[in-house]
């Protein structure tokens, strides 16, 4: 049990589109999703907490009109890159907490290459 | 805001031997502590946690101690063998407030045939 998915899994795009993200939790009911960005052989960097039916917060420093966040549901939240440059490249993860809280189950992950 | 101090930022041992990844974080309010294991390209996958209620957990050939005087948490690998092979990330939070995990930067550990 306790699976999140991800879709895409990877996804190249030109500069200036706009790509969406989608994280589902698969066979439990998140009420928090969390969006990390990740560069190679560096840590997660959280981005910004996704609590279904309210906005979602940011981390000081992230753009909160670049990189839209949508949480409809206790199983899907979106991360919307608008307006994509090639800076925004990078491995996106998303993570899932149950409405238990026990521990956040991982995504596996979407890298997005802007050309 | 918490901050968490990860060492080393990589880690060479023999197969067999022991390895040891050191955690400290700054908010003594936090009082969970997951460490996640996550190979080139894959998810992050959680391994063992501790809460700060007990001071040592164990899970076959890995355990994690926790000092909170001191406020600092370790992972210990007894046995290593190549598959351990990977990065592996401690984090630190207020679980009782909802809280957000914050990482310490990673340790590559490389484990030698």
């Known amino acids: 049990g306790a699976v999140v998915s991800q879709h895409p899994s990877r996804v190249i795009c030109k500069s200036g589109t706009s790509v969406k993200i989608e994280c589902r939790s698969l066979?439990?009911?998140?009420?928090?999703m969390f969006w990390y960005r990740q560069f190679p052989k560096k840590s997660l960097m959280l981005m910004a907490t996704?609590?279904?039916?309210?906005?979602?917060?940011?981390e000081q420093g992230v753009e909160k009109d670049k990189f839209l966040i949508n949480h409809a549901s206790l199983t899907l939240s979106t991360l919307t890159v608008t307006s994509a440059h090639p800076e925004d490249s990078s491995f996106y993860i998303c993570?899932?907490?149950?409405?238990?809280?026990?521990?956040?189950?991982f995504g596996p992950g979407t890298r997005l290459l802007v050309l | 805001g918490e901050n968490v101090e990860q060492h080393p930022s990589t880690l060479s041992v023999q197969e067999g031997d022991s390895a040891v990844i050191k955690c400290t974080y700054s908010?003594?309010?936090?009082?969970?502590f997951p460490w996640y294991k996550q190979e080139l390209g894959k998810r992050p996958q959680l391994i063992i946690d501790i809460r700060s209620n007990v001071g040592e957990k164990k899970d076959q050939r890995i355990a994690v101690t926790l000092n909170k005087t001191a406020k600092h948490f370790s992972l210990h690998i007894t046995e290593t063998q190549p598959e351990d092979s990977a990065v592996y990330f401690c984090a630190a939070s207020k679980s009782n407030q909802g809280g957000k995990l914050i990482f310490g930067q990673g340790t590559e550990l490389s484990v030698k045939p």
């Open positions: 066979d439990f009911q998140a009420t928090t």
């Open positions: 993570s899932a907490r149950g409405l238990r809280g026990a521990w956040d189950v």
């Open positions: 908010d003594s309010a936090s009082n969970y």
């Open positions: 996704s609590n279904e039916g309210s906005k979602a917060t940011y």
